[in-house]
T-cell receptor
Framework: DTEVTQTPKHLVMGMTNKKSLKCEQH?????MYWYKQKAKKPPELMFV???????INESVPSRFSPECPNSSLLNLHLHALQPEDSALYLC????????????FGPGTRLLVL | LAKTTQPISMDSYEGQEVNITCSHN???????ITWYQQFPSQGPRFIIQ???TKVTNEVASLFIPADRKSSTLSLPRVSLSDTAVYYC??????????????FGRGTQLTVWP
């Protein structure tokens, strides 16, 4: 199984809402990633988890809060987002120490109103 | 971090070989070169990775000269379904748990019938 799944596929939320994005993989990977991608732009790294510990936070605003409950799951909690946060949010995983070979999920298309 | 430079767009016809070159003048000794493919509204998909010389898999070939300051992704006999954005990434990989990879602007390849 080389699949990374993400839920929901689409999400519309108001600026006062709290929502969560979920990511799951069953490849035994111990590194997991969140990326943000705006239209016609490359993915931008947000967070990296290695062995369930946050190892990289690319100066992401605190309205984005990642969580790694176990080695298979990665969540991104959203609170008080702004319209400019509307984007495709991608989750990826890899073997720890093999960052170049990442497996990406299909993404969650987020619209903030 | 090594910055990458790729052509913004390329056009080809079905059945032709396509070569996309990426420049990475500041590549570090520990860096690997990785290429990804991305279709609209999907997550990027790993294509190929290399460190030096030539790497070939069932999808593509990657040519890396001795100085490693550039690399060329070669797609043999492209089809319409190869129309996508192709990203060249350079980053530390084996032996690193940081997973710090950055996507450049990418090359939009359009294959015409």
């Amino acid at each position: 199984d080389t699949e990374v799944t993400q839920t929901p596929k689409h999400l519309v939320m108001g600026m006062t809402n709290k929502k969560s994005l979920k990511c799951e993989q069953h490849m035994g990977h111990r590194a997991m990633y969140w990326y943000k991608q705006k239209a016609k732009k490359p993915p931008e790294l947000m967070f990296v988890y290695s062995y369930e510990k946050l190892s990289i936070n690319e100066s992401v605003p605190s309205r984005f809060s990642p969580e790694c409950p176990n080695s298979s799951l990665l969540n991104l909690h959203l609170h008080a987002l702004q319209p400019e946060d509307s984007a495709l949010y991608l989750c990826a995983s890899s073997q720890a120490g093999y960052a170049g070979t990442q497996y990406f999920g299909p993404g969650t298309r987020l619209l903030v109103l | 971090l090594a910055k990458t430079t790729q052509p913004i767009s390329m056009d080809s016809y079905e059945g032709q070989e396509v070569n996309i070159t990426c420049s990475h003048n500041n590549i570090a000794t520990n860096d690997y070169i990785t290429w990804y493919q991305q279709f609209p509204s999907q997550g990027p998909r790993f294509i190929i990775q290399g460190y030096k010389t030539k790497v070939t898999n069932e999808v593509a070939s990657l040519f890396i000269p001795a100085d490693r300051k550039s690399s060329t992704l070669s797609l043999p006999r492209v089809s319409l379904s190869d129309t996508a954005v192709y990203y060249c990434l350079v980053g530390d990989d084996r032996g690193s748990t940081l997973g710090r990879l950055y996507f450049g602007r990418g090359t939009q390849l359009t294959v015409w019938p």
